[in-house]
């Protein structure tokens, strides 16, 4: 018999069709219709011949979205004094030529200036643009917000970035837009949640131009710059990649640069009476380059990147150029070449009709080296505070966005902006740090304004949602809900500054919540009453004394309250009401003379202590115990000549010697017990502290660290890093994160594609920790990891050790581009930069409770709960009688094993859903399994009318998104979604999810209630 339907799903069978075919004119663009048919995409490629080399030119510009110039710098001209380069003028240029030729042909990839460009234009222009689209002469490769970095980045961000720059794309030119191959010319090496992000997308392959020396060479001579990239042991053949290499990086070959900018290059001259004639000459020289090329490459197709930064601002000069020499090749008696303007996607499909097996390869590409003393990964650290805002402002993003649907708000135009603002942050001269000082200003700016804007936005749609209205059903008068955007030094006017204030605690995860809350006050003792009124523990604990006199800050509080939210549901919030108590005395704050026989904190689970030259001694159940230290890196400089002259620098680490050295013991600490936390205030000298607390039946430890100003007094650039060496046998293996995501198991002093030799031992074995970095003894199974709130540089140097580089400050340059020393300074010093590790330690046997604890604090790091502060006179009994203190964003349980990764509202009323499995394959028993759940369950308020599933990306319905296929010449096995199982059961919105799946879906809503204040409040309250 078939079963009931609920009304929503009564509703999503009755309107399927009709929102089938809404949604997909959605998904695919506007202005599809009442076009003429498209030839775009594969139907617009040169048609290869089989007999002959082919030679595809693909005319292109590489435009970083603010490095040296800003971006409005870079996009409006400005500054030419430090670069030749305005965006404005490229693309003007370059659709000119194209007009004026139709053999041309131009990809383009950084959808933030083509879109800067776009609503610059008047209608006949953007009717030329459109057409030039639809024949396939203006491709649109990579298609993200900005090309981004692929080792600083989380993945929930590079998801985001490349899904607005689809949205753009969509809504401009429609489905001739959608880019089919990831172009990742520039980035500093490449990881493989990129590459599984990108096959996810609906991508055919990926070409990129960075790539170690080392494996470079090997893979010259092994011809294997092109393979399948199995990107996810868990997702399998769904994750393959095509991927090839490009020769010569993303230049065009030596002597054919022929932009205005190039001074190296013969021009074509095809006039037989002129002296200067060189046609003959430069198409032979241009052969040999090809042939070459030709030789270490599989098929005979060969790609050559005509262009570099910036190029075409004076397009038909290139492009002029490149006419000559297509046609003197093609001329040519007898020939053995074919050239034409071509694409990466049309290469890749010219590779694809050979039906070629091809090599594969299942790591990634960190660290990159471009010489044998020159490795690219101090940039992991580079600007600190900068990679934190980014972190954080991600945070508030995803909070805005899920408070915008939950409260009905609509997509707004600051919405859009922040989105915007975040895709530039994404770039990989931006959250890489590797930007002049003015650009990470100007980044600091575009952020800082959207981060203020969602503070807004976010507050609105919380007053609307916690509001209970008047007796006479009008809403109550307005009251702020503000952000403290300055916890992380512990600044807080709305909290310390008000002797009464509500606290509001929303919950962005998909599983209820105990956390922590921290806030600044100027008082002693405070009372803090929950949802229902009753008062519950608080603790208040004084605010370290380094952190107090931190250069800039400027607070009256001089401590912390703290005290614990229970039970926060999923994508819901609860409010507290505090108050500050007349007694001056705090009872929970011991007297500091009373300190002086306290010797260590943990309760019962952990013994924690100090050393007496300051090292922190942590004893953990399972026996495993570990020492926290800070030690530094001299940084070696030199003329940077040579090699061996390398300076560390924005992009190099490379320190002097081959050992870290240790810090002068010059303090001492202070500890501080209490029902919630237990703290140890730490002072190692004058510019490194920090504070190691362990919290009432949390398992694990919480170093709190504060780093600066490093001196250079001695001339001497220091990379200051955080060691914790434990009794662990390791045996050379360590782990760390993809982006965020999977983990990859790491060889010291090794690679598993070649075999490398290192002359760099110790910034040759670092690698990207975006979230995670672990340690594990095989014999054991005992393992301990350290999360962490950005991103970092880390390894494992030693066995049983674990460090991560947190700071660095540097005086000279590394060659390669920047011209400055990274040298950053704040209020008339030396930066300083705080941050905090979160420890756990435990057993892997059984992999159950260990990864789950891991992936909820790293969850919590990377999308904290965030804290409204609202500063009231009334009583909490006032308070309660107008606004709801407690509401529920989900009805039922998400599984376990399964997390809302985007929720936001969409176009045409829409709203985006994305749904994660959190674990891998084999990675527990109990978690990495198949997980199903209702999407109405997601939704308490609304109906569920339609449910149409996309690729990740948001542009294309999943069924259509069929890939190329590429053999593998090793068919390894590899797990396989069920291709029979449905993505959504349309009788009762029923999704199925495999480990590290990521299933999309666009949804259209609709009211239970009439919305408005208290549509969603919980009435339990």
Same mark, same amino acid.
């Given at each position: 018999?078939?079963?009931?339907?609920?009304?929503?799903?009564?509703?999503?069978?009755?309107?399927?069709?009709?929102?089938?075919?809404?949604?997909?004119?959605?998904?695919?663009?506007?202005?599809?219709?009442?076009?003429?048919?498209?030839?775009?995409?594969?139907?617009?490629?040169?048609?290869?011949?089989?007999?002959?080399?082919?030679?595809?030119?693909?005319?292109?510009?590489?435009?970083?979205?603010?490095?040296?110039?800003?971006?409005?710098?870079?996009?409006?001209?400005?500054?030419?004094?430090?670069?030749?380069?305005?965006?404005?003028?490229?693309?003007?240029?370059?659709?000119?030529?194209?007009?004026?030729?139709?053999?041309?042909?131009?990809?383009?990839?950084?959808?933030?200036?083509?879109?800067?460009?776009?609503?610059?234009?008047?209608?006949?222009?953007?009717?030329?643009?459109?057409?030039?689209?639809?024949?396939?002469?203006?491709?649109?490769?990579?298609?993200?917000?900005?090309?981004?970095?692929?080792?600083?980045?989380?993945?929930?961000?590079?998801?985001?970035?490349?899904?607005?720059?689809?949205?753009?794309?969509?809504?401009?030119?429609?489905?001739?837009?959608?880019?089919?191959?990831?172009?990742?010319?520039?980035?500093?090496?490449?990881?493989?949640?990129?590459?599984?992000?990108?096959?996810?997308?609906?991508?055919?392959?990926?070409?990129?131009?960075?790539?170690?020396?080392?494996?470079?060479?090997?893979?010259?001579?092994?011809?294997?710059?092109?393979?399948?990239?199995?990107?996810?042991?868990?997702?399998?053949?769904?994750?393959?990649?095509?991927?090839?290499?490009?020769?010569?990086?993303?230049?065009?070959?030596?002597?054919?640069?022929?932009?205005?900018?190039?001074?190296?290059?013969?021009?074509?001259?095809?006039?037989?009476?002129?002296?200067?004639?060189?046609?003959?000459?430069?198409?032979?020289?241009?052969?040999?380059?090809?042939?070459?090329?030709?030789?270490?490459?599989?098929?005979?197709?060969?790609?050559?990147?005509?262009?570099?930064?910036?190029?075409?601002?004076?397009?038909?000069?290139?492009?002029?150029?490149?006419?000559?020499?297509?046609?003197?090749?093609?001329?040519?008696?007898?020939?053995?070449?074919?050239?034409?303007?071509?694409?990466?996607?049309?290469?890749?499909?010219?590779?694809?009709?050979?039906?070629?097996?091809?090599?594969?390869?299942?790591?990634?590409?960190?660290?990159?080296?471009?010489?044998?003393?020159?490795?690219?990964?101090?940039?992991?650290?580079?600007?600190?505070?900068?990679?934190?805002? !980014? *972190?954080? /402002?991600?945070?508030? @993003?995803?909070?805005?966005?899920?408070?915008?649907?939950? =409260? #009905?708000? $609509?997509?707004? %135009?600051?919405?859009?902006?922040?989105?915007?603002?975040?895709?530039?942050?994404?770039?990989?001269?931006?959250?890489?740090?590797?930007?002049?000082?003015?650009?990470?200003?100007?980044?600091?700016?575009?952020?800082?304004?959207?981060?203020?804007?969602? !503070? *807004?936005? /976010?507050?609105?749609? @919380?007053?609307?949602?916690?509001?209970?209205?008047?007796? =006479? #059903?009008? $809403?109550?008068? %307005?009251?702020?809900?503000?952000?403290?955007?300055?916890?992380?030094?512990?600044?807080?006017?709305?909290?310390?500054?008000?002797?009464?204030?509500?606290?509001?605690?929303?919950?962005?995860?998909?599983?209820?919540?105990?956390?922590?809350?921290?806030?600044?006050?100027?008082?002693?003792?405070?009372?803090?009453?929950?949802?229902?009124?009753?008062?519950?523990?608080?603790?208040?604990?004084?605010?370290?004394?380094?952190?107090?006199?931190?250069?800039?800050?400027?607070?009256?509080?001089?401590?912390?309250?703290?005290?614990?939210?229970?039970?926060?549901?999923?994508?819901?919030?609860?409010?507290?009401?505090?108050?500050?108590?007349?007694?001056?005395?705090?009872?929970?704050?011991?007297?500091?003379?009373?300190?002086?026989?306290?010797?260590?904190?943990?309760?019962?689970?952990?013994?924690?202590?100090?050393?007496?030259?300051?090292?922190?001694?942590?004893?953990?159940?399972?026996?495993?115990?570990?020492?926290?230290?800070?030690?530094?890196?001299?940084?070696?400089?030199?003329?940077?000549?040579?090699?061996?002259?390398?300076?560390?620098?924005?992009?190099?680490?490379?320190?002097?010697?081959?050992?870290?050295?240790?810090?002068?013991?010059?303090?001492?600490?202070?500890?501080?017990?209490?029902?919630?936390?237990?703290?140890?205030?730490?002072?190692?000298?004058?510019?490194?502290?920090?504070?190691?607390?362990?919290?009432?039946?949390?398992?694990?430890?919480?170093?709190?660290?504060?780093?600066?100003?490093?001196?250079?007094?001695?001339?001497?650039?220091?990379?200051?890093?955080?060691?914790?060496?434990?009794?662990?046998?390791?045996?050379?293996?360590?782990?760390?994160?993809?982006?965020?995501?999977?983990?990859?198991?790491?060889?010291?002093?090794?690679?598993?594609?070649?075999?490398?030799?290192?002359?760099?031992?110790?910034?040759?074995?670092?690698?990207?920790?975006?979230?995670?970095?672990?340690?594990?003894?095989?014999?054991?199974?005992?393992?301990?990891?350290?999360?962490?709130?950005?991103?970092?540089?880390?390894?494992?140097?030693?066995?049983?050790?674990?460090?991560?580089?947190?700071?660095?400050?540097?005086?000279?340059?590394?060659?390669?581009?920047?011209?400055?020393?990274?040298?950053?300074?704040?209020?008339?010093?030396?930066?300083?930069?705080?941050?905090?590790?979160?420890?756990?330690?435990?057993?892997?046997?059984?992999?159950?409770?260990?990864?789950?604890?891991?992936?909820?604090?790293?969850?919590?790091?990377?999308?904290?709960?965030?804290?409204?502060?609202?500063?009231?006179?009334?009583?909490?009994?006032?308070?309660?009688?107008?606004?709801?203190?407690?509401?529920?964003?989900?009805?039922?349980?998400?599984?376990?094993?399964?997390?809302?990764?985007?929720?936001?509202?969409?176009?045409?009323?829409?709203?985006?859903?994305?749904?994660?499995?959190?674990?891998?394959?084999?990675?527990?028993?109990?978690?990495?399994?198949?997980?199903?759940?209702?999407?109405?369950?997601?939704?308490?308020?609304?109906?569920?009318?339609?449910?149409?599933?996309?690729?990740?990306?948001?542009?294309?319905?999943?069924?259509?998104?069929?890939?190329?296929?590429?053999?593998?010449?090793?068919?390894?096995?590899?797990?396989?979604?069920?291709?029979?199982?449905?993505?959504?059961?349309?009788?009762?919105?029923?999704?199925?999810?495999?480990?590290?799946?990521?299933?999309?879906?666009?949804?259209?809503?609709?009211?239970?209630?009439?919305?408005?204040?208290?549509?969603?409040?919980?009435?339990?309250?």
């Amino acid at each position: 018999m078939r079963p009931t339907l609920p009304t929503s799903g009564l509703l999503l069978l009755l309107l399927a069709s009709v929102a089938d075919l809404a949604n997909a004119a959605s998904v695919t663009g506007r202005h599809d219709q009442h076009r003429d048919q498209p030839s775009c995409g594969y139907q617009s490629c040169t048609k290869s011949d089989a007999g002959k080399i082919n030679i595809h030119l693909v005319a292109h510009t590489h435009d970083d979205v603010g490095w040296l110039k800003t971006v409005d710098q870079y996009y409006f001209g400005g500054r030419m004094n430090i670069q030749v380069a305005g965006v404005q003028y490229i693309i003007d240029s370059v659709v000119d030529a194209l007009v004026k030729e139709p053999s041309r042909k131009f990809i383009y990839a950084e959808t933030a200036f083509l879109w800067k460009w776009w609503l610059r234009q008047d209608e006949a222009k953007r009717a030329t643009v459109r057409n030039l689209v639809d024949e396939g002469r203006l491709e649109i490769v990579g298609g993200g917000w900005s090309m981004n970095d692929e080792a600083t980045t989380h993945y929930q961000s590079m998801i985001d970035q490349f899904t607005w720059g689809f949205r753009r794309l969509n809504d401009s030119f429609g489905e001739c837009a959608r880019p089919r191959v990831g172009w990742q010319i520039d980035p500093f090496g490449h990881s493989r949640e990129q590459a599984s992000v990108f096959a996810q997308l609906g991508f055919d392959g990926l070409l990129f131009g960075r790539l170690d020396h080392q494996d470079k060479r090997q893979r010259l001579r092994d011809r294997s710059m092109e393979f399948v990239w199995r990107a996810s042991p868990s997702l399998g053949q769904s994750a393959d990649l095509f991927t090839s290499v490009l020769y010569n990086t993303y230049s065009p070959p030596p002597g054919f640069c022929f932009d205005i900018l190039c001074q190296d290059a013969e021009p074509m001259i095809d006039d037989r009476d002129s002296p200067d004639y060189n046609i003959d000459k430069r198409v032979q020289q241009f052969l040999n380059f090809s042939r070459t090329q030709a030789s270490i490459y599989r098929t005979n197709n060969v790609i050559l990147t005509m262009g570099e930064d910036f190029h075409y601002q004076y397009a038909d000069m290139y492009f002029g150029n490149i006419d000559k020499l297509i046609s003197a090749i093609n001329k040519l008696n007898g020939t053995r070449y074919k050239a034409f303007y071509s694409t990466p996607s049309c290469y890749l499909k010219a590779v694809n009709e050979r039906n070629l097996s091809w090599p594969t390869k299942s790591d990634d590409f960190f660290p990159y080296s471009s010489d044998p003393h020159a490795f690219w990964t101090g940039y992991f650290t580079s600007r600190p505070t900068l990679k934190y805002f !980014e *972190r954080m /402002a991600n945070n508030l @993003l995803q909070v805005v966005k899920q408070l915008s649907v939950l =409260s #009905g708000a $609509p997509d707004s %135009p600051e919405l859009q902006r922040f989105r915007e603002a975040m895709g530039v942050m994404q770039h990989h001269d931006a959250v890489t740090g590797t930007e002049k000082q003015h650009v990470a200003d100007d980044y600091a700016r575009i952020l800082h304004r959207s981060v203020n804007d969602g !503070e *807004r936005l /976010a507050g609105e749609a @919380l007053r609307n949602w916690t509001s209970k209205g008047t007796a =006479s #059903g009008e $809403p109550c008068p %307005p009251v702020q809900f503000h952000s403290c955007l300055l916890l992380n030094v512990s600044s807080c006017e709305h909290s310390s500054d008000h002797s009464s204030f509500v606290a509001t605690v929303y919950n962005p995860g998909s599983q209820p919540l105990n956390v922590y809350v921290r806030l600044p006050v100027a008082g002693t003792q405070f009372s803090v009453k929950d949802f229902s009124g009753k008062e519950i523990v608080s603790q208040v604990v004084p605010i370290p004394a380094q952190l107090s006199k931190l250069p800039g800050r400027s607070s009256s509080a001089t401590r912390e309250l703290v005290f614990q939210a229970v039970n926060v549901a999923a994508l819901g919030y609860q409010s507290f009401h505090v108050s500050a108590k007349p007694s001056p005395q705090d009872a929970h704050e011991a007297p500091q003379s009373d300190q002086q026989s306290i010797l260590q904190i943990g309760r019962q689970e952990y013994g924690i202590s100090v050393s007496a030259d300051n090292r922190v001694i942590v004893k953990t159940p399972l026996g495993i115990e570990y020492e926290q230290s800070f030690q530094y890196y001299e940084a070696a400089h030199g003329n940077n000549e040579e090699f061996v002259n390398r300076s560390s620098g924005a992009y190099i680490f490379r320190p002097q010697g081959n050992r870290s050295k240790e810090l002068p013991a010059t303090g001492g600490f202070q500890i501080f017990k209490g029902p919630l936390v237990e703290e140890i205030h730490l002072t190692v000298n004058d510019w490194v502290s920090q504070v190691v607390r362990v919290y009432n039946e949390e398992e694990f430890v919480e170093f709190e660290w504060l780093v600066g100003p490093i001196p250079v007094d001695d001339a001497v650039g220091k990379e200051v890093v955080v060691k914790y060496a434990s009794n662990l046998s390791n045996r050379g293996e360590f782990y760390t994160d993809s982006n965020g995501r999977e983990m990859m198991m790491r060889r010291r002093n090794q690679r598993p594609s070649w075999k490398v030799e290192l002359e760099e031992e110790i910034a040759g074995n670092y690698y990207p920790v975006t979230a995670k970095i672990s340690i594990e003894e095989e014999r054991s199974q005992r393992r301990l990891s350290v999360l962490n709130d950005r991103a970092q540089g880390g390894s494992s140097l030693r066995d049983g050790e674990l460090e991560l580089m947190v700071h660095r400050r540097l005086l000279h340059d590394d060659a390669f581009g920047v011209a400055e020393a990274l040298n950053e300074t704040a209020f008339g010093q030396g930066l300083v930069a705080r941050g905090r590790h979160v420890l756990i330690a435990g057993s892997a046997r059984g992999r159950d409770q260990l990864p789950l604890r891991e992936k909820e604090q790293a969850g919590q790091l990377a999308l904290r709960p965030w804290i409204f502060v609202t500063p009231v006179a009334d009583s909490f009994e006032q308070w309660s009688q107008r606004h709801h203190m407690r509401g529920d964003g989900l009805v039922g349980a998400v599984p376990g094993n399964v997390r809302i990764l985007t929720l936001e509202p969409w176009r045409d009323d829409q709203v985006l859903l994305r749904l994660e499995h959190l674990f891998e394959r084999d990675e527990s028993p109990k978690y990495s399994v198949p997980a199903r759940l209702d999407i109405n369950d997601l939704f308490p308020a609304f109906n569920v009318l339609s449910v149409l599933e996309t690729s990740l990306g948001a542009n294309r319905r999943a069924k259509d998104d069929g890939r190329l296929l590429w053999e593998a010449e090793q068919q390894d096995e590899l797990p396989e979604l069920d291709a029979e199982a449905p993505a959504v059961s349309r009788d009762t919105c029923t999704v199925s999810l495999k480990p590290m799946q990521i299933r999309t879906f666009l949804l259209k809503l609709s009211p239970r209630h009439q919305l408005g204040p208290s549509a969603i409040a919980n009435a339990g309250d």
